[in-house]
């Protein structure tokens, strides 16, 4: 126990809290079981530190460990939650769950143990938190923590700072919001970068080896969550790996879910469920004409990768470029909003608002006679009317 509360001392001195992730304020930090997930390397340990160093400093009343520490090799989680506890420990932090077996169970325990005790934990292993929802159920509140937004990345990287927006302020008032941002900085000369490497915090600390430590993410949900969590076949990794490749290179990608049945030689279920499994896995995200009722039987009608830096990653150095502009709005709604796919258009936002993206030359014709209707151009620096940047959508969150 000793050696975890001077790791934990440890982590705390070194964390600054110069920048701060969208959720830090934003979670019921007095929930007794508070979930965090999210993929590798968005921010999760930091967001906990942060949390503690905030409000409880270098104290008794809290403790940050990860599951991952070779001391529990030897020794369980439950024995230093009774220590913590009986030292007058209020809130336990539990970093990397997914690397414990069982965790979802021994969490139910101590939640129904310790009434008096908060627990908050996170988990890199998207496909294993959604398998320990039976055992949470009732218990947990579950938040996910995305990547980068192009607001946070302007913070992070250049020390660029403005609050986030909401979807409404944008669509009513964008062109004096856009102007007002461009006296003070100009985006476009941010926003390529962001898209090609600014959505994982950690770009900084390795920027050489950025796109492999991207593949390394993705090899290891294929190569070892989906056949360990999902029962993906071994044969089947090659054969996904191609898909991810056909998605990153394509025009934003509209499925034939028989002919690609057929091209990989596997029945068109097996197909369906494996979208499912990428997307609930943080590889992809899935657009339907429905976004409720959305189940493994539904086909979607648009496949994206999940960012923008993912397409560089899998790609080659000139992708699809309006694949990338519908990955991005995408990827920066989705965080706080339904998308769903109109019969006109690219997306449907909250079952209201219609939105057409492209380029700065992308005109009104594809949207002409719908209310509330939206052409969202890139490489513009403001807009007017319903003619709106696609940069400024990234200041959402």
């Known amino acids: 126990m000793d050696s975890l509360i001077k790791k934990h001392i440890n982590l705390l001195t070194q964390t600054e809290l110069g920048f701060e992730r969208y959720l830090l304020n934003k979670l019921p930090w007095d929930q007794r079981l508070l979930g965090v997930k999210g993929g590798r390397g968005v921010g999760k340990t930091t967001l906990f530190l942060q949390y503690i160093k905030k409000q409880y400093g270098v104290s008794n009343k809290a403790l940050y460990v990860s599951l991952d520490d070779l001391y529990f090799t030897e020794h369980v989680l439950g024995d230093v939650v009774e220590d913590f ?13 997914h690397k414990y077996p069982n965790w979802s169970i021994e969490l139910k325990n101590i939640y129904d143990n310790y009434p008096q005790l908060k627990v908050s934990f996170t ?39 403005f609050p986030a927006l909401q979807l409404d302020e944008i669509l009513e008032n964008h062109t004096q919001i856009a102007i007002n941002m461009n006296t003070t900085f100009k985006p476009l000369a941010f926003f390529e970068e962001y898209l090609q490497v600014g959505y994982y915090p950690f770009y900084e600390e390795n920027s050489i080896f950025y796109y492999k430590q991207l593949q390394e993410i993705i090899n290891m949900i294929l190569e070892i ?14 054969k996904i790996k191609q898909l991810l490749y056909i998605i990153s290179q394509s025009v934003p990608f509209k499925p034939n879910v028989t002919a690609l049945a057929n091209k990989i030689q596997v029945t068109r279920k097996t197909v369906m469920d494996t979208l499912v499994y990428l997307s609930d896995a943080g590889i992809l995200n899935l657009v339907y004409k429905d976004q409720f009722g959305v189940s493994s039987l539904q086909k979607p009608e648009k496949i994206y990768l ?22 991005f709005f995408l990827n920066q709604l989705q965080q706080q909003h339904r998308i769903s796919y109109p019969e006109r258009a ?52």
């Open 85 to 97: 506890v009986n030292k007058g420990g209020a809130h336990l932090f539990v970093d990397e769950v």
């Open 123 to 161: 988990g890199s292993s998207l496909l294993e938190i959604l398998n320990a929802r039976a055992d949470l159920s009732r218990r947990a509140l579950v938040f996910e923590l995305q990547g980068l937004s192009f607001r946070e990345y302007l913070k992070f990287r250049h020390q660029i700072d």
């Open 225 to 238: 969550e989906l056949p360990l969590l999902r029962k993906t076949e071994v044969s089947m990794l090659f």
């Open 306 to 327: 999940e960012n923008t830096n993912f397409i560089y990653a899998l790609g080659n150095e000139n992708p699809n470029v309006g694949n990338i502009r519908e990955t």
């Open 346 to 397: 690219d997306f449907v936002v909250n079952e209201k608002y219609t939105f057409e993206i492209g380029g700065k030359n992308k005109d009104q014709s594809q949207i002409l006679g719908l209310k509330n209707a939206f052409v969202v151009q890139d490489q513009i620096a403001f807009g007017v009317e319903n003619t709106i940047p696609l940069w400024l959508f990234g200041m959402l969150y």
